[in-house]
T-cell receptor, first 115, second 110 residues
Framework: NAGVTQTPKFRILKIGQSMTLQCTQDMNHNYMYWYRQDPGMGLKLIYYSVGAGITDKGEVPNGYNVSRSTTEDFPLRLELAAPSQTSVYFC??????????????FGAGSRLTVL | GNSVTQMEGPVTLSEEAFLTINCTYTATGYPSLFWYVQYPGEGLQLLLKATKADDKGSNKGFEATYRKETTSFHLEKGSVQVSDSAVYFCALGSDYKLSFGAGTTVTVRA
């Protein structure tokens, strides 16, 4: 039972480069999320998806794109990387409880540095 | 909009001490409330939750009660261990999403 798997764990990018953070879950969860974690700031929601083919913006979507072609996968794309995108990125998934009180399962995180 | 404010850290305690981390929230409607814990180098894990007013969530000796009148969800543990050293996040759940507080770093010394 792998849960939520993120790759890579670490990456250094140069300003202006692009990359994709991969996220896959094997729990058949319909909801998936991308958060970024900055020191002293908690976690901020970047994008989320309520099911395959459906994505929506969170609090801090600028500079990122996502897609959800399957239930399992939810990649996060960074176009034209900037130093402000240096952060730890967490992917999460959940099932719907019908009450809006979803319990999220998190991946181990991907630490990205943009120099 | 929804927001969560939690006690700033870091907090340093001796083993067997009492731990309290304050958390208050602002929300429309009737959110669910959560505490997540993050151990060094790992992702977040659910510690406990409460889905309605006056509910008490508990797990691993930690407790928190959903207080609608004070819009609070304070985390408590009566006797901490070194293994409780971690970052603790209060979170508010609404519309299938979570809003997190800034996190409180707790260090327990032997």
């Amino acid at each position: 039972n792998a849960g939520v798997t993120q790759t890579p764990k670490f990456r250094i990018l140069k300003i202006g480069q692009s990359m994709t953070l991969q996220c896959t879950q094997d729990m058949n969860h319909n909801y998936m999320y991308w958060y970024r974690q900055d020191p002293g700031m908690g976690l901020k929601l970047i994008y989320y998806s309520v099911g395959a083919g459906i994505t929506d913006k969170g609090e801090v979507p600028n500079g990122y794109n996502v897609s959800r072609s399957t239930t399992e996968d939810f990649p996060l794309r960074l176009e034209l990387a900037a130093p402000s995108q240096t952060s730890v990125y967490f992917c999460a998934s959940s099932y719907s409880t019908g009450s809006g009180a979803n319990v999220l399962t998190f991946g181990a995180g991907s630490r990205l540095t943009v120099l | 909009g929804n927001s969560v404010t939690q006690m700033e850290g870091p907090v340093t305690l001796s083993e067997e001490a009492f731990l309290t981390i304050n958390c208050t929230y602002t929300a429309t409607g009737y959110p669910s409330l959560f505490w997540y814990v993050q151990y060094p180098g790992e992702g977040l894990q659910l510690l406990l939750k409460a889905t309605k007013a006056d509910d008490k969530g508990s797990n691993k000796g930690f407790e928190a009660t959903y207080r609608k009148e004070t819009t609070s969800f304070h985390l408590e543990k009566g006797s901490v261990q070194v293994s409780d050293s971690a970052v603790y996040f209060c979170a508010l759940g609404s519309d299938y999403k979570l809003s997190f507080g800034a996190g409180t770093t707790v260090t327990v010394r032997a």
